[in-house]
């Protein structure tokens, strides 16, 4: 049975989710397990992100963040990931018509370019604003990996130290004078590499997406509690650059393997706070609501938990909050990091 919704007139800026649609194929029996827990929806395009939104928490708006869709089939390789950005002005479009219901669907959108470009990433950036309609915001480039290759599983692609790179970094000095913002998605051993980039580019905001995404799976299993106080003090460390902002949650994901990972039944929001409140509570503690904001990541974080149930949890972590910590934990601070246009 569902659960009650909790202070369902909080209203709510989501700036995380995604969109795509993974054509069906055949059962494949050598395919990585890990690729069901990474992916638990096929389809996520507007109608699923409405029926998300509107199941009972007073959301308003969210933003889009990359993640390979719609790509162009043909074109130069590096101009490829504007057709993401084209698909999710077209979905902004249709949410600003009103047809859908009241909130704002992608009122912000974080794109791909490839920062190992250098100096030749300008274009990308500069095409990738135009086909935004107003509504680009940033980019993202993944850095994350493992020496161990399961713990990514699939998503292995990227090198270690990219966010070291000095080609990548001649490319990120490119964001700024665009106003353009970076969110950085790395694994929890290699939070030293976004504490150095963001000490390098005070300028550039950087969000740091799921709290620095904490491992316990594959060779981690079993390690979260002794990993605990060097993920803490990293991310007290990455608090001192004024220019960091960081999105709580990404906790449902297969990378932390908490006990409420694919559960059956599915643990309830209070086991969720339970799980991920030390590493919110550390987050809120460390930057300041100002500098935090809720996220769904959705439709990753579906492996745990219904949209519903997620926002829960978020409000019951959020209890002991004053009323302006509230407002920006759950839509102030994503609303002034992306810059966000709403009613």
């Not at 990219?162 to 080609?167: E, I, N, P, T």
């Not at 949650?249 to 990378?255: E, I, P, Q, V």
């Not at 302006?324 to 934990?329: D, N």
């Amino acid at each position: 049975m569902p659960e009650a919704i909790l202070e369902p007139e909080l209203p709510i800026v989501d700036p995380h989710h995604h969109l795509w649609n993974r054509p069906a194929s055949p059962p494949d029996p050598n395919a990585h397990p890990f690729i069901t827990a990474i992916e638990p929806a096929a389809r996520y395009l507007l109608d699923e992100l409405v029926a998300d939104t509107t199941s009972g928490h007073n959301v308003i708006a969210t933003v889009f963040v990359e993640c390979g869709a719609f790509y162009k089939a043909d074109g130069p390789p590096d101009m490829r990931p504007i057709g993401e950005t084209e698909f999710v002005n077209g979905v902004a479009a249709m949410s600003a018509s009103g047809l859908y219901g009241g909130f704002r669907a992608c009122a912000g959108i974080v794109g791909k370019a490839d920062l190992l470009l250098g100096d030749a990433v300008a274009p990308v950036l500069e095409t990738h604003i135009k086909a935004g309609g107003g509504r680009f915001r940033g980019i993202r480039n993944s850095a994350s990996f493992d020496a161990d290759p399961d713990v990514l599983g699939p998503l292995n692609r990227v090198e270690a130290g990219l966010y070291r790179d000095a080609k990548f970094r001649e490319g990120f000095k490119r964001l700024a004078p665009l106003g353009l913002s970076f969110d950085a998605w790395l694994l929890e051993p290699q939070l030293p590499d976004v504490i150095d980039l963001a000490r390098a580019f005070p300028d550039t905001t950087i969000v740091l997406d799921h709290v620095g995404t904490p491992l316990g799976r594959a060779s981690y299993t079993g390690t979260l509690p002794e990993r605990f106080a060097g993920w803490k003090a990293n991310i007290q460390d990455l608090a001192k650059s004024p220019n960091v902002v960081v999105k709580l949650g990404g906790l449902a994901m297969a990378f932390c393997n908490f006990p409420s990972f694919l559960a059956e039944p599915r643990g309830p929001s209070t086991q969720l706070a339970q799980e991920w409140g030390p590493y919110i509570e550390t987050c809120i503690e460390a930057f300041g609501a100002e500098r935090c904001m809720f996220e769904s990541n959705f439709p990753v974080d579906m492996g745990s938990c219904s949209y519903a149930t997620l926002w829960n949890a978020f409000k019951h972590i959020a209890k002991g909050a004053s009323v302006a910590e509230k407002t920006a934990l759950f839509s102030v601070t994503a609303t002034k990091v992306y810059r966000l246009e709403l009613p």
